[in-house]
């Protein structure tokens, strides 16, 4: 049987930032179970690893998105080694500040250096190249958060100016066959929730009623949307943002039923 031009293809190499945490680290698998050869980075190097060591000839690689020269230097090593990147997923972030007015600077500024700036620095180091290459897929990791106010005002903040850069970039790199957009999961049980979850063991389940299908999402949720973003399916979508959700931004069915807008069953 003459093998087609897929099965020939060298795989699509994909990097992700923060792939140490929840989502990232599915985010690789589920890249790496469609074929892509896939570099696990986090800033915390064992995370990283943990997650390489479980899939096959995956690369853990130190990156911190904070710094510039961490940036370029692990962009520099790899794409002197392998060529340009055909994926960079940026989903690196912290999430530090509760309440808006007692937040210190250093807490709120953390969550906007790393959300917008890391994402900065990292297509800054990854776009020359894919333009170069005429072909390239980036998927920014937004949130829920950055359409509306669900708290965290500065991590909020810097996910509404990510799902911006996103349609920046999508114009200026299009046209060189390179395409950029963004997810917005909304709440999914990932070791983020940990600190709360001590706190409250029941705040994950008081999420689930906010939610129409019923449910908080799971890390595979958002892996195989962006996954689906990444990949030739989606050769013609640039520059949007996708909602992973359950439908939480389509509405509030809680609302509806308190201002008498609509009945408890149906209707
Ligand atoms: N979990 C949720 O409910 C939820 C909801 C919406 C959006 N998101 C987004 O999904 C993405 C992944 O979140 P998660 O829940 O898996 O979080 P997580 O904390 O499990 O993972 C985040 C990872 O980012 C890494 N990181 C932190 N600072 C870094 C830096 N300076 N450089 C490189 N890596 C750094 C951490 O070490 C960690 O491994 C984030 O962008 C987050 O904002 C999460």
Not at 157 to 162: D, I, P, Y
Request: glycine residues 14%; proline residues 5%.
């Amino acid at each position: 049987m003459s093998s087609g031009p897929h099965d020939t293809a060298p795989p699509r190499r994909a990097l992700i930032t923060g792939a140490g945490g929840g989502i990232g680290a599915a985010i690789a698998r589920v890249l790496h179970a469609g074929g892509a050869a896939v570099i696990v980075t986090d800033v915390d190097l064992d995370a990283a690893r943990a997650v390489a060591d479980a899939i096959e000839g995956a690369e853990a690689v130190h990156l911190d998105v904070r710094s510039e020269r961490s940036v370029r230097s692990a962009i520099g090593a790899l794409t002197s080694r392998h060529g340009p990147l055909d994926v960079l997923v940026n989903n690196a972030a912290v999430c530090g500040n509760i309440e808006f007015e007692s937040t210190p600077e250093p807490v709120w500024s953390l969550d906007l250096d790393v959300v917008l700036g890391g994402a900065i620095r990292m297509c800054q180091a990854v776009l020359p190249g894919m333009r170069e290459a005429g072909r390239g897929a980036v998927v920014n990791v937004a949130s829920v958060n950055g359409h509306r106010y669900f708290g965290n005002d500065a991590y909020g903040a810097a996910k509404a100016g990510l799902i911006n850069l996103t349609r920046g970039l999508a114009v200026q790199y299009g046209p060189y066959g390179v395409r950029v957009n963004s997810v917005s999961p909304g709440t999914i049980a990932t070791p983020v929730w940990d600190e709360r979850l001590a706190a409250d063991p029941h705040a994950l389940d008081r999420a689930v009623p906010w939610y129409p299908m019923g449910r908080v999402g799971t890390v595979d949720d958002v892996a195989e949307a962006v996954a689906f973003l990444a990949g030739d399916r989606a050769s013609w979508i640039n520059g949007i943002d996708l909602p992973v959700d359950g439908g939480l931004l389509a509405g509030s069915r809680a609302m509806a039923v308190d201002i008498g807008a609509a009945v408890v069953d149906g209707g």
